[in-house]
């Protein structure tokens, strides 16, 4: 099977770094997202990750380490519209995507 | 543009009703997938299609079917409806093949079942 843990809320203020930690467990790893969703609407893709390391993606990164099951997203220099949920999902064999709860991050002024 | 869209967008039906919900994208992707987004529960696979005439069961099927007759459509049906089905459903579409496979979401369908 397979499980996800993120923190359920966080809160940051403009303009400061956040790391929003994801750890799994899973049978068979084949890469892990991370969505963003702000409320009312859909999720949309932020990042994929495979190999363990760090990416970068503008104020976004994403950090992977499949021996320990962890991840991060990064965000850097906060904005309010970064107010949203972040998603990290599995991507599980047959093109399937298990996501976990989500963590809600609301930023302060 | 290429996209993907769901219809109604709200909808509000009576316990014991059939209600479809559509899907329809234009990216020729060939894998869609049904999802339901509740407080607490995240996104849960509901059921998924890998092309035309093929479809699976996720891991919360009970009470939902699909059909996929064609590339781009994949609608959700309820065959009897339940307030526990009250939720926001997505639909979501990929391409096949190693490397593709981030899914790309429609903007939901928020149904109330009474």
């Known amino acids: 099977g397979q499980n996800i843990d993120q923190p359920t809320e966080m809160t940051a203020t403009e303009g400061a770094i956040v790391q929003i930690n994801c750890t799994y467990q899973t049978s068979g790893f084949n890469g892990l997202f991370w969505y963003q969703q702000h409320a009312g609407e859909a999720p949309t893709f932020l990042s994929y990750?495979?190999?363990?390391g760090l990416e970068e993606k503008g104020r976004f990164s994403s950090f992977l380490s499949r021996s320990k099951g962890y991840s991060y997203l990064l965000l850097k220099e906060l904005q309010m519209k970064d107010s949203a949920s972040y998603l990290c999902?599995?991507?599980?064999?047959?093109?399937?995507?298990?996501f976990g709860s989500g963590t809600r991050l609301s930023i302060r002024p | 543009d290429a996209e993907i869209t769901q219809s109604p967008r709200h909808k509000i039906t009576e316990t014991g009703r059939q209600v479809t919900l559509a899907c329809h994208q234009t990216?020729?992707?060939?894998?869609m997938f049904w999802y339901r987004q509740d407080l607490g529960h995240g996104l849960r696979l509901i059921h998924y299609s890998y092309g035309v005439h093929d479809t699976n069961k996720g891991e919360v099927s009970d009470g939902y079917s699909v059909s996929r007759s064609n590339t781009e459509d994949l609608p959700l049906t309820l065959e009897s409806a339940a307030s526990s089905q009250t939720s926001v459903y997505f639909c979501?579409?990929?391409?096949?093949?190693?490397?593709?496979?981030?899914?790309?979401f429609g903007p939901g369908t928020r149904l109330t079942v009474l």
């Open positions: 990216w020729n992707h060939n894998n």
């Open positions: 999902a599995l991507y599980s064999s047959a093109s399937k995507i298990i």
């Open positions: 990750n495979v190999l363990d």
């Open positions: 979501a579409s990929s391409e096949s093949g190693q490397g593709k496979n981030t899914q790309y």
